[in-house]
């Protein structure tokens, strides 16, 4: 089947200590998307890449960290920099960056105590 | 920086009853899409609106673009508890730096009462 897979979904960790989440996708998109959900904000742009080896800050970059080494692969780095890291986030791909209709990961709940 | 806003950020409405919620955007878009979530998923795509005054229809559920495209609406008509959830806007800026920059808005939460 294909489509965008997240792991975990749910994701618990201590405070001060870096964690990865990992997205993955099998439907030879070029672009790639993170977002952070919080309740009553909706989705807010942590980065995005338009194709392999490059990348972007969205509207809230600071505190995390991005790779595109792979185009089937983006994963997330949540850093100890982040202030409030506790959120749901959410990965998502499209064909090519410039307006096809993107599709998203059923997300890793990010908990951090 | 482009920005997308979203009214109402919460509507609770009778089944049976008509529903609307606006987008809005700083700057003029190349396109608009809307999304669906349910409560406990992701977003799912339900349409994209690429020419000025454009409206599209699926079923209940009625799209417009607007003439400046800085603007959008979504609008359902006859509610069904089936329609329950989060509706979102994203918009995607013309081009260049912030090419392929797919921003959302703060979502509209739906309700529907029996």
């Known amino acids: 089947d294909g489509g965008i897979t997240q792991s975990p979904k749910y994701l618990f960790r201590k405070e001060g200590q870096n964690v990865t989440l990992s997205c993955e996708q099998n439907l030879n998109h070029d672009a790639m998307y993170w977002y952070r959900q919080d309740p009553g904000q909706g989705l807010r742009l942590i980065y995005y890449?338009?194709?392999?080896?490059?990348?972007q800050k969205g509207d809230i970059a600071e505190g995390y960290s991005v790779s595109r080494e792979k185009k089937e692969s983006f994963p997330l780095t949540v850093t100890s920099a982040q202030k409030n890291p506790t959120a749901f986030y959410l990965c998502a791909s499209s064909i090519m960056a410039g307006g096809n209709e993107a599709f998203f990961g059923q997300g890793t709940r990010l908990t951090v105590v | 920086g482009q920005q997308v806003m979203q009214i109402p950020q919460y509507q609770h409405v009778q089944e049976g009853e008509d529903f609307t919620t606006y987008c809005n955007s700083s700057?003029?878009?190349?396109?608009i899409q809307w999304y669906k979530q349910r409560p406990g998923g992701h977003p799912v795509f339900l349409i994209q609106l690429v020419k000025s005054g454009e409206v599209k229809k699926q079923k209940r559920l009625t799209f417009q673009f607007g003439e400046a495209k800085k603007n959008s609406s979504l609008h359902i008509t006859a509610t069904q508890t089936t329609d329950v959830g989060t509706y979102f806007c994203?918009?995607?800026?013309?081009?260049?730096?912030?090419?392929?920059?797919?921003?959302f808005g703060q979502g509209t939460i739906l309700t529907v009462h029996p």
């Open positions: 994203a918009g995607l800026p013309p081009g260049g730096t912030s090419y392929g920059k797919l921003t």
């Open positions: 700057t003029t878009l190349s396109n």
């Open positions: 890449s338009q194709i392999v080896n490059d990348f």
